[in-house]
T-cell receptor, first 116, second 113 residues
Framework: DGGITQSPKYLFRKEGQNVTLSCEQN?????MYWYRQDPGQGLRLIYY???????QKGDIAEGYSVSREKKESFPLTVTSAQKNPTAFYLC???????????????FGEGSRLTVL | AQSVTQLDSQVPVFEEAPVELRCNYSSSVSVYLFWYVQYPNQGLQLLLK??????LVKGINGFEAEFNKSQTSFHLRKPSVHISDTAEYFC???????????FGAGTRLTVKP
């Protein structure tokens, strides 16, 4: 089945450690996104990428880094510079504006990061 | 850029009662409109979307929404809710030509027996 796979589902980290969250999609989508979700705050955009080897900062990029070396993959690294990393992280993908564009985002199941 | 306001952060309702979750949006360009549902510790699942045409949109699980351009609203409704509808619901808007999805803060629907 086509979809988006995020791993791990749950992750615990000690303060001062970097951690990388995986996101893989087989939908052949050009665009991929990372969102952070905290209770009562909805979804906040961390980074997005519209094409391989290119990405842009979203609203809350500080303390995070990404890469887009392959169309299918968009890993997110939560660095030790992120002051409050405990959150639920969601990866999404979409096609880009052009033929067939409907604006819809497709989401993975999420990764819950807890810093101890 | 567009924005979305969900007017209720929490909506408690009894089982089999009707429910309406309210959503207003703001945009200077033509937009697509969406409702997503999120169950605990899961990703977002598309309930329904408005692209064009009929202003009444039907989605999964018996939900429907009505696009009102003059009031810039896209309220979600269900005539009779079930316990299993308890979840977080997000309204979202994306522009026709610029892939810039914006989400509301979410409405927590709690269905009580």
């Amino acid at each position: 089945d086509g979809g988006i796979t995020q791993s791990p589902k749950y992750l615990f980290r000690k303060e001062g450690q970097n951690v990388t969250l995986s996101c893989e999609q087989n939908l052949n989508h050009d665009a991929m996104y990372w969102y952070r979700q905290d209770p009562g705050q909805g979804l906040r955009l961390i980074y997005y990428s519209q094409i391989v080897n290119d990405f842009q900062k979203g609203d809350i990029a500080e303390g995070y880094s990404v890469s887009r070396e392959k169309k299918e993959s968009f890993p997110l690294t939560v660095t030790s510079a992120q002051k409050n990393p405990t959150a639920f992280y969601l990866c999404a993908s979409s096609i880009v504006p052009g033929q067939g564009f409907t604006g819809e985002l497709f989401f993975g199941e999420g990764s819950r990061l807890t810093v101890l | 850029a567009q924005s979305v306001t969900q007017l209720d952060s929490q909506v408690p309702v009894f089982e089999e009662a009707p429910v309406e979750l309210r959503c207003n949006y703001s945009s200077s360009v033509s937009v697509y409109l969406f409702w997503y549902v999120q169950y605990p510790n899961q990703g977002l699942q598309l309930l329904l979307k408005y692209l064009s045409g009929s202003t009444l949109v039907k989605g999964i699980n018996g939900f429907e929404a009505e696009f009102n351009k003059s009031q810039t609203s896209f309220h979600l409704r269900k005539p009779s809710v079930h316990i299993s509808d308890t979840a977080e619901y997000f309204c979202a808007v994306n522009s026709y030509n610029n892939n810039d999805m914006r989400f509301g803060a979410g409405t927590r629907l709690t269905v009580k027996p």
